[in-house]
């Protein structure tokens, strides 16, 4: 659905995953791996945290061009489910 759906910035992105990152229907890419690319295309980086972090550190995050992200994959038996919040 994603690919009849999306915005053209998103699949132009994603375009760029695959070819950069290994993004593939088989293949999901290392955080590590992601936060390179996106360190070297938008000077963000990506953090690794165990669980919700307050408002305070996630914009003090923001500020200094860090985007604080939990590392699991949904299960497909249920897509919908998270174990912890999406947003606090």
């Not at 550190?57 to 919040?85: M, V, W």
Request: glycine residues 4%.
């Amino acid at each position: 659905l994603w690919q009849k759906y999306a915005c053209k910035e998103y699949l132009s992105s994603m375009n760029l995953m695959k070819k950069h990152c290994g993004y593939s229907r088989d293949t999901i890419p290392q955080l590590s791996t992601i936060s390179s690319f996106l360190k070297l295309q938008t000077d963000v980086r990506l953090r690794p945290v165990a669980g919700l972090i307050s408002s305070r550190d996630f914009l003090n995050g923001l500020a200094f061009r860090t985007f604080f992200c939990t590392q699991y994959i949904r299960h497909p038996s249920k897509p919908l489910y998270t174990p912890e919040p999406d947003v606090c």
